[in-house]
Every structure is written in C-alpha cells, then in structure tokens.
C-alpha cells in the first residue's frame, strides 16, 4: 500500500467514525430504573382508608433488592386495596417494563378475583387527587395475573378503572379484556412491558410478543368508589399521567421497574437525539 493511499484511508476513517459513534449513541435504549433496588425512594403509598403516604403494615417494601407487596402482617384484608405512585413526574410517550412474580397465599379474607392479581396503573390521577376511602386510581390497568387452579388466566390484560378504552373504533364495553399471553403459572419470573403513545395507542408485549392492543384512552365508565366528582371528567382524553403499582391482596415482587421515554428532541444535528423517540419535543434538543 502506498503512503498515499494510507493517508486517504486514515482521512476516511476519520470523517467516518465520528458518525458511527454518533449513530450508535443515537441507537442506545436509555432506559431510566423507576425501582433502584434499594428503597422506596420516588415512590409514594396510597391506600384505602389511609392518608396519601402512610405504608399500612409496611405493605410495600424491598428486600433482597426486591420491591414486595406484602400482607404478612395482616390479621384480614379487609378492602386495603394499595397502590403505589411513582409520584416524581407524568409520562405521556414512553415504554414502561416490569419484572414481577406472585409468591406465597393470598391474604386472609380477600376477594377470590384478586388471588394471584396485581397490576400496572398507567394515565393515573395524581396521588395527592385520591380520596381517603377511594379503592382504585382513575387510570388504565395492565393487569398483571398468574395462572389460578381453575381456570387458567392470561397476563398484561386491560381493565378500565374510571377510564374507557377503543379498539378498532368501538368503545369497548366490560370492564377487562383478556390479552393474548401464554399461561404463567407458580413463582416463575414475567417480564411486561407497554408501549405508551399519550392519548393515541397502547400496546402490551409479555416477554417482548405483543398481546394486546387499543386506542384513545379516557375518562368515563364505572370501577371506581369514593372518587372525587372534580376528577373524573367523563370523555377527557388521557394523554399523560403516573404509574403506579397495585397491591391487591396477593403478595407480589417486582425485581425491575424500568421506563424508556420516547419523547425528545428528533433533530438528528443535535445531541441528544434518539433513533427511537416517536414524540417531538424541541426543548429537549
């Protein structure tokens, strides 16, 4: 090779490699850990009949760098439904993902549907909006399930606490649609996660297979008690709002709660583009 033709090549590579490296960095998934493995730190406890963060029997926990819905302390259940809020910001575009299982027996005196239930609350009211006595946040559920004895269920379904879901331009009517999911069944570890297009499209995959999908989610529809009247605006889009984790009676653990934020800037001139948001957001560039 002739010194010449070394020095184009050196020149080459290097108009090249910075838009490789670029490129890759634009590729990279920057997903954010909602649950840090440690403590509750970001998250805030609401459940029914208590006041906005007051962990009843220290039903939510972390163990073992696990986060544990756990009734152990419980003499009876008693309709404490709880939910857990993510409560340092809204999301509207995103993909959020949880690694969960179902351990142990069902808490004393719970209802038989919520054995072996749990669920993701996404477009959730905002923890500070609930009222003391209410049972479940104005939201859409993923709800999350594990294979019963008779009869076997799926996972990642939806369930329209307060809310209403379409699908294929219809309202859907039933509180709970089924996904299309393979059975889980005992302790095994599930890995959910769902794509979140504000007010548009949600679309839930179980172990990275799509399962489910539906559109324009908003307010309307039964499945909540003791709401307050100014909150739940019957026919509002719902376009953004918290997550939030379920305790539903079951002893639950989530070893990964995880978010990927698909809105950001989209000039690909700038550096914090990303080959993956989907949501324009200029003030991110």
């Known amino acids: 090779m002739t010194s010449r033709l070394f020095s184009i090549l050196v020149a080459i590579l290097a108009l090249?490699?910075?838009?490789?490296?670029?490129?890759?960095?634009a590729d990279r998934k920057d997903w954010v850990q909602l649950f840090n493995g440690k403590n509750l730190d970001g998250w805030t406890p609401k459940i029914t009949g208590?006041?906005?963060?007051?962990?009843?029997?220290?039903t939510f926990r972390v163990e073992n760098g696990v986060l544990k819905v756990s009734y152990?302390?419980?003499?009876a259940f008693e309709n404490k439904f709880g939910?857990?809020?993510y409560s340092r910001e809204k999301f509207s575009y995103y993909t959020i993902a949880a690694e969960y299982r179902f351990v142990g027996d069902q808490a004393t005196g719970a209802p038989g549907w919520a054995m072996r239930n749990n669920g993701l609350m996404l477009h959730s009211q905002s923890p500070q909006s609930m009222q003391v006595n209410q049972n479940f946040p104005i939201s859409i559920e993923v709800q999350l399930l594990g294979g019963a004895p008779a009869p076997d269920r799926t996972t990642a379904n939806v369930c329209t606490p307060g809310t209403e879901i379409f699908m294929k331009g219809a309202m859907v009517r039933g509180h709970c649609t089924n996904s299309t999911s393979p059975i889980y069944r005992g302790d095994v570890w599930v890995r959910v996660e769902v794509d979140v297009r504000g007010g548009e499209h949600l679309t839930h995959r179980v172990e990275g297979q799509i399962v489910l999908?539906?559109?324009?989610?908003?307010?309307?529809?039964?499945?909540?008690?003791n709401f307050d009247l100014a909150v739940k605006k019957d026919?509002?889009?719902l376009t953004e709002g918290y997550i939030t984790i379920q305790g539903e009676s079951h002893p639950t653990e989530f070893r990964k709660i995880e978010l990927l934020n698909l809105s950001g800037c989209m000039n690909p001139a700038s550096p914090k583009y990303k080959s993956y948001f989907?949501?324009?957001?200029?003030?991110r560039c």
Do not use: C, W
């Open 72 to 75: 152990d302390k419980y003499t």
């Open 83 to 85: 939910h857990l809020f």
């Open 50 to 58: 208590y006041p906005l963060g007051e962990n009843y029997l220290d």
């Open 213 to 225: 999908e539906y559109d324009m989610p908003q307010i309307g529809g039964d499945g909540v008690a």
């Open 16 to 25: 090249s490699l910075p838009t490789l490296f670029a490129q890759r960095d």
């Open 278 to 283: 989907v949501h324009r957001d200029d003030t």
């Open 235 to 237: 026919g509002a889009p």
